[in-house]
């Protein structure tokens, strides 16, 4: 049985908006979103697969820190995915398109021990962060305000699990005994 498809909209396209923001100005302002898009899905993904194998004598407290943190990062993708369509854009899917438009690299599919699981996140929140504030002034300076005040929002959380996870790795947590 054939079953007809029709195309809304084409990925990597740009169409008029509900909000009137201007098309052109949606363009840049959809390649930087999908931009911290692909690199929170990205995060996501390593903070399910650390929730997944974590061990050790905290991996209890551990595990309820990856799975929130991992909740956020999801939540925090539909945020971004929604203002996409809202001005007229597309959002990416899929792994290759992740990879291919996340400013954040795989940390790939090996486990590695806590320590080095933890300093991983803490490099990958760092990027996004760092993403994350140049879209800010990016939104702003485009006259996007509505995104300039999403993109602060989502900051605020990601600095929040990098802190947490900083103290995670002070030296009085997780230190490797002799």
Same mark, same amino acid.
């Given at each position: 049985?054939?079953?007809?498809?029709?195309?809304?909209?084409?990925?990597?396209?740009?169409?008029?908006?509900? *909000?009137? +923001?201007?098309? @052109?100005?949606?363009?840049?302002?959809?390649?930087? /979103?999908?931009? %911290? =898009?692909? $690199?929170?899905?990205?995060?996501?993904?390593?903070?399910?697969?650390?929730?997944?194998?974590?061990?050790?004598?905290?991996?209890?407290?551990?595990?309820?820190?990856?799975?929130?943190?991992?909740?956020?990062?999801?939540?925090?993708?539909?945020?971004?995915?929604?203002?996409?369509?809202?001005?007229?854009?597309?959002?990416?899917?899929?792994?290759?398109?992740?990879?291919?438009?996340?400013? *954040?690299? +795989?940390?790939? @599919?090996?486990?590695?021990?806590?320590?080095?699981? /933890?300093?991983? %996140? =803490?490099? $990958?929140?760092?990027?996004?962060?760092?993403?994350?504030?140049?879209?800010?002034?990016?939104?702003?300076?485009?006259?996007?305000?509505?995104?300039?005040?999403?993109?602060?929002?989502?900051?605020?959380?990601?600095?929040?699990?990098?802190?947490?996870?900083?103290?995670?790795?002070?030296?009085?947590?997780?230190?490797?005994?002799?």
């Amino acid at each position: 049985m054939s079953q007809q498809r029709q195309v809304l909209q084409q990925a990597g396209t740009v169409e008029g908006n509900a *909000v009137r +923001f201007d098309t @052109e100005k949606a363009e840049q302002m959809v390649e930087a /979103l999908n931009a %911290d =898009l692909s $690199a929170t899905y990205v995060l996501y993904h390593q903070l399910r697969k650390h929730h997944w194998s974590v061990t050790g004598a905290q991996a209890g407290e551990l595990r309820r820190f990856f799975g929130d943190a991992s909740y956020d990062a999801e939540r925090h993708a539909d945020v971004l995915a929604r203002r996409i369509g809202a001005i007229g854009g597309v959002p990416v899917s899929g792994p290759a398109a992740f990879e291919r438009h996340s400013p *954040v690299p +795989f940390e790939g @599919e090996d486990v590695y021990d806590v320590r080095t699981s /933890l300093e991983n %996140d =803490l490099e $990958a929140y760092g990027d996004l962060i760092e993403s994350v504030s140049s879209h800010i002034e990016f939104a702003e300076s485009l006259g996007d305000h509505a995104t300039g005040t999403l993109l602060r929002d989502l900051l605020l959380d990601l600095e929040s699990r990098a802190h947490a996870i900083d103290g995670f790795l002070a030296h009085d947590s997780l230190t490797l005994w002799e």
